[in-house]
């Protein structure tokens, strides 16, 4: 109903105003009214109590009291929130809706007070019934005043209130109320014309303005406009990726380059957290900031670009000195791990580098970029925030990966990819309670291959889910020998993660063997949350309400955040081992797994110590309060077979 009023509303509103609101318009429209409508909701107030005041003990109580409590405090709240508008910000869209609110509460109040009033005009002499006819003019009158700048609302007021009020006292035949019609009448008249004067006027104003402020910023800055859109990245004004390609094929299509000279790229680890936690303005700063450092760290005949998102990338003039250039991979690295101050606190993120040396990386500009871009991959993989230039190990580390990638399309088939068990024990008892399945891959030809090598190329190449199946496959077969207590952590990758499909494929596995969800639980790493919190959460919030389990996997070895933890879905939370390995020696390290088991313990979720390698390590976390551990000091991983199950 209220969708069809704004409609027709708004109908009327183009009829008046002679079409499409100009956006100017509305927003001096919607300044003006942020002013004026709490004071015409406190004309309305105040009025509205006056004539229930007068009517006090002739009228029913609940028109004096109750309804004219009803009608106050809904003046009270409509005028508290216009009044708290002042110091918001609106958009085109907002400021047309808060308008067309306006005009729709305008012809509501009025025919609520309306009949409010007339109600209470049946109780009372001649005296009583005066006031109501001075409250129903008087509010009508000042409500139009209010919203002069607005003839929609005029018509609204017009209409609800103008009209009734007119036919009212006119049926009543007294000559006085007749008067008193006529009189209203001729000055509604004259406010609509009014108002509508007024309205033509304040838009001429406005629009002239708008084309004098328009005409000339074209002027000004047309040509600027497209030089930067052509060549500078909007946000840092540093060069911009088709500026950085044109420089560096400029750079190498001349005839003789008498130095060598250095391609890197940088990509900022953590960027993302910043945006989901601060916003993006905050990450809009930092990279304003990003940009300003690096600016301040190279000299002034390097290229600095932003390429992407997070990502810049420059050319130097360098020769291949391979510790002159590291050391420049640490200024870079140094300088981005300093904080940023943020109006919500500080942010600190990390950069990692990739380099490529030409000559020796190559001769071309995509070369270049693709060895610097292979150098900045290894850098994030190895250790976040280092600094690798191109060598010819990674020339080789290239051939080997097309050699693993060629060979992973056929290792289903030859089932060479097969599972490892590592149990998860009662640090207590020793008691197995349950499995995480670890990938192996062994190629006839290439040798043990490491699952982070062979799941990453599985990822790039889109196969990850068909390995993630065959595995889990191979997986709930086991677990249909275990005793029913023992239960299976199964890792999924990023893809996985964010993969509906891949879910109802996993569950319709489960269905397949007749197994409980409840016996499986899916191992999520912290950086595959915080990669995409969001969708991540809406998943992982679905694999519970299906009975699985959700454990949040090698917590602390990212850009972990308290503010995260609370939109997160899981039901364990495994301490990161880097955090084990120093428990005897880091008095921080212990610090920090106690605030993790009382985090655990808040959010009534269990915690798993991974890593345990020693006796200490093991009675160190007992002492702190962690039961479940995982680790060589119990077992490695080895073939199902090498485990005794039927003790347990």
Not at 407 to 432: F, M, N, R, W
Not at 449 to 478: C, R, S, V, W, Y
Request: charged residues 20%; hydrophobic residues 45%.
């Amino acid at each position: 109903m209220e969708e069809v009023i704004i409609k027709k509303l708004k109908v009327i509103l183009k009829l008046i105003e002679g079409g499409d609101v100009n956006p100017n318009i509305v927003f001096a429209q919607f300044k003006e009214l942020i002013t004026k409508v709490p004071l015409l909701y406190s004309i309305l107030l105040v009025n509205s109590l006056s004539l229930a005041y007068t009517h006090y003990g002739v009228a029913p109580d609940y028109l004096t009291l109750y309804i004219a409590a009803i009608l106050a405090l809904v003046c009270i709240a409509r005028g508290i929130r216009w009044y708290g508008y002042r110091n918001n910000e609106f958009t085109l869209r907002q400021a047309i809706h808060q308008i067309r609110m306006t005009v729709f509460f305008a012809g509501l109040m009025g025919i609520a007070f309306s009949i409010w009033a007339y109600t209470l005009y049946s109780y009372g002499g001649v005296e009583l019934r005066a006031h109501v006819a001075y409250f129903m003019s008087i509010t009508a009158i000042g409500v139009i005043v209010c919203l002069i700048h607005l003839p929609a609302a005029t018509w609204a007021i017009g209409l609800t209130v103008g009209i009734p009020f007119i036919s009212f006292f006119v049926y009543t035949g007294h000559p006085i109320f007749l008067a008193i019609a006529n009189n209203f009448g001729l000055v509604l008249v004259a406010l609509v014309m009014i108002t509508r004067s007024y309205y033509r006027a304040f838009s001429s104003v406005i629009d002239a303005n708008q084309q004098l402020e328009q005409q000339h910023l074209n002027t000004k800055k047309l040509n600027e406009q497209n030089e930067l859109l052509a060549n500078q990245d909007g946000l840092t004004k540093l060069a911009n990726r088709r500026s950085f390609a044109n420089y560096l094929n400029d750079k190498l299509s001349k005839k003789q380059i008498k130095q060598s000279f250095i391609v890197g790229l940088i990509d900022l680890d953590g960027f993302k957290p910043v945006n989901d936690i601060h916003g993006h303005a905050a990450g809009d700063r930092v990279l304003t900031e990003v940009s300003t450092r690096l600016r301040e760290l190279f000299c002034a005949n390097s290229m600095i670009a932003r390429i992407g998102g997070d990502e810049f990338a420059f050319v130097m003039e360098h020769d291949a000195d391979y510790s002159k250039i590291k050391q420049l991979g640490q200024k870079i690295t140094e300088t981005l791990q300093l904080p940023f101050q943020m109006r919500t606190g500080l942010v600190q993120i990390s950069g990692s580098c990739g380099f490529a040396i030409y000559p020796e990386a190559g001769h071309s500009a995509e070369e270049l970029m693709d060895r610097a871009d292979f150098a900045l991959y290894e850098a994030k993989n190895s250790a976040r925030g280092s600094s690798i230039i191109f060598s010819e190990e990674h020339e080789s580390l290239i051939r080997k990966k097309s050699e693993v990638e060629l060979a992973l399309t056929q290792s289903i088939k030859q089932e060479q990819i097969c599972i490892h068990y590592q149990p998860i024990v009662d640090g207590q008892t020793g008691e197995i309670l349950g499995f995480e399945s670890l990938a192996r891959w062994f190629h006839p030809e290439l040798g043990k291959i490491p699952p982070d090598q062979f799941i990453m190329i599985a990822e790039k190449n889109g196969m990850i889910t068909q390995i993630t199946l065959h595995l889990f496959e191979l997986a709930i077969q086991n677990l249909k020998q275990w005793p029913e207590p023992l239960y299976l952590s199964f890792n999924l990758s990023a893809n996985d993660v964010i993969n509906r499909a891949t879910l109802a494929k996993l569950t319709g596995i489960l269905d397949k063997h007749h197994v409980q969800a409840n016996r499986v639980q899916f191992e999520i790493t912290e950086t595959t949350m915080m990669a995409d919190l969001e969708q991540c959460s809406h998943i992982t919030r679905e694999m519970q309400k299906q009975g699985f389990l959700v454990a949040l996997d090698d917590f602390g070895s990212g850009y972990s955040s308290l503010s995260y933890l609370h939109k997160l879905a899981f039901d364990t939370l495994k301490i990161d081992r880097s955090f084990v390995n120093n428990i005897q020696q880091n008095q921080r390290s212990r610090g920090v797994i106690k605030t993790i088991l009382e985090l655990c313990s808040s959010f009534e979720v269990q915690c798993t110590a991974e890593g345990v390698e020693t006796a200490a390590q093991r009675d160190l976390l007992l002492e702190l309060g962690c039961k479940n551990m995982q680790g060589y000091y119990f077992y490695r991983p080895a073939a199902i077979e090498s485990f005794e199950l039927t003790s347990q």
